[in-house]
Each structure stands twice: as C-alpha cells, then as structure tokens.
C-alpha cells in the first residue's frame, strides 16, 4: 500500500478538496467543501469515501469536512411603512440578480407579515435542517429562499416579542447558504428591534429603500434612510413603487399616488434614485400566482431590471 499514491489519488478526485492521511489500515480525509451546497457535499464525501475503501488495505474511512466562511455581502430592501410593495420589489431584484449572474438567496426578514413563500411559488414548502442549520428551500426562479412563512400554519399570527423576532432573524440569516454571494434581505417596514438587530449583527453592504410617491410615504422612507445613514450602512438607493397607473382600456396613465416623489427626495437626499415601477395590474396579479415579473417576458418586468442593473452595478464597484 503507497499512502502517498492513495493521497494523490484522492486529492485528483475532488479537484483538490481532499488531505488524506494514512495509519494501517485507516484514511482519515480532511474534505474541504467551501462553496459547495447540502447535495454536493453529501455526493462529493460519499465519492470519496467508496474512492478510498476501494484502495487495497484500506479497511476504514473518516471523512471531516470543513468549510471557509463564503464572503457573502447583505443587501437590506426596506420601507418606513407597510404597503408600499417591499416585498415585491425584493422578490424580484433577487430574481433579476441571480439572471444577471449572481449566486442569491433571499431571506423573508419580515417575521410579522411573510409573504416570499407565496411570491417565489413555494408556498406551504418547509426548510430542512441539518446540525440545526436551516437548509433554504429552492425555488424555480434559481433563488433559494427561508422564511417565517415557512415555519409557521398559513393564516397563523406570530406574537413574538422583539428578542423572540430577532433570534428568528438570526436562525433565517445563519441558514446553510451553500454558495451564495450575495443575501437580499426582505427586511419588516419600521425602525424597531428586528432592523436593528440586522444591522448592528449583520451589518449589511447596503441597503434599498422602497417608497410610493406619496408625501406620507416619504415622511417614513426618510426616517429608514436615517437609520441606514447613522448605522454606517451604505443606501444603495430609493425605489419609487406603485407610480402611475394605465388604464387598460383607453391606455391614459393616471397617478393615484402621485408622481415623482420618490426621486425628489433622493435628490434632497443625496441619495440615487434607481428607478420607478408602476400600479400595474399585471404585477399584482403574477405576485399572487408566484411568477415573479421579472422570471419572464412581461413588460413590467423592464421597471425590475433596471433596478436590479444598477443595484448590480454598486454591488462590484463597492
């Protein structure tokens, strides 16, 4: 038996992820996995393993796997208020960002009102887990996702205290990412305990802020602007949603919300504006069946892809 002739082997196996070591009749084999998801890992250990049971003398087998922390960048997408589309635009910039190239997860940070299941078609899915690490559930549109909305019955209200919310948070962000680079992170609208868990724990590269028009709107995109500043966490940019409605029948574009207060501000602000989605009906109801716009052809998934280009866009240049 040639214990360097067994290391080579194996270390040609795994594309170089394997150190063997060999005492009689035992290997012991350090596999690196860095990268690599819950099914590769599981494939590439049990490959190894029959690799070095099939080499003569070799009786026994132990595998220890380890793996480099991925250097892995949040993006928050957050709003002052509820019902301004948060999470619609955080579905689909992470939908637009994976087309684009990137390896995204996205994490359902809105432990009180979770809505992703039902927006990237997985609903009533339910993560596994594995040495108490949530494993994300993968979805058809190339995202993998973890969610309240997963672990909870439909219809179920979470009366979580702020610490209880907080550590949901962590367990969701901590989930076993596999490759991902990069989390989109569908943050609760507000300033309270859950978003300044996330940036004080997390601290995310940068974050968007989601708004309608309105002035009412805006008062509270402001104040999630101004946390994002004192916390030291870059604003990637402001998103104008639900601007400008066309009527389906004579094609007139009316403005229930107004027009243009979302990049006002920005510019007041001293922030990018990153471009404006409009009250379509088309969004609403591909977000109810789970296609996110921007996963086809539709028109309005122009409005996302714009957005998601220049988020991509600050992402390499930061």
């Known amino acids: 038996m040639d214990k360097e002739t067994i290391g080579t082997r194996l270390a040609a196996l795994s594309h170089g992820r394997a150190t063997t070591r060999v005492e009689g009749a035992r290997a012991s084999v350090i596999l690196d996995v860095t990268g690599l998801d819950i099914a590769a890992r599981d494939t590439l250990e049990a490959t190894v393993r029959a690799a070095a049971l099939a080499e003569p003398g070799i009786a026994e087998v132990r ?3 380890t793996s480099e922390r991925v250097g892995r960048r949040l993006i928050a997408v957050a709003s002052g208020k509820g019902g301004v589309g ?16 990137r390896s995204v997860g996205l994490v359902d940070a809105d432990i009180y009102g979770p809505s992703q299941p039902t927006l990237l078609g997985v609903e009533g899915s339910k993560p596994a887990a594995r040495d108490k690490t949530m494993i ?17 019955a439909p219809g179920q209200a979470i009366a979580w205290r702020g610490p209880m919310a907080a550590s949901a948070l962590g367990q969701l962000i ?45 008062i509270d995109a402001r104040r999630a602007i101004d ?11 402001l998103v104008e949603n639900m601007a400008g409605y066309a009527c389906p029948h004579c094609g007139e574009v009316s403005d229930p919300f107004g027009r243009g207060g979302a990049e006002a501000a920005a510019a007041a602000l001293g922030v990018p504006f990153l471009g404006r989605v409009p009250l ?20 309005e998934a122009a409005a996302f892809n714009e957005i998601a280009g220049k988020v991509a866009d600050w992402l390499r240049a930061a």
């Open 280 to 299: 379509a009906m088309a969004i609403r109801a591909a977000s109810d069946a789970g296609t996110p716009p921007v996963a086809g052809n539709a028109p």
């Open 174 to 218: 901590e989930g076993d990412w596999g490759p991902a680079d990069t989390l989109v992170v569908d943050m609760p609208p507000g300033t309270g305990d859950v978003q300044l868990t996330m940036i004080q724990k997390y601290k995310p590269a940068g974050a968007v802020i989601v708004s309608t028009p309105q002035d009412l709107a805006l």
């Open 136 to 152: 994300p559930v993968a979805t058809p549109y190339g995202v993998p996702v973890l969610s309240m909305g997963q672990l909870v």
């Open 63 to 65: 595998v220890a796997m």
């Open 86 to 101: 948060k999470s619609t635009v955080a579905a689909n910039l992470a939908v637009a960002l994976a087309k684009g190239g």
């Open 227 to 237: 946390l994002f500043a004192k916390a030291g966490v870059p604003v990637i940019g």
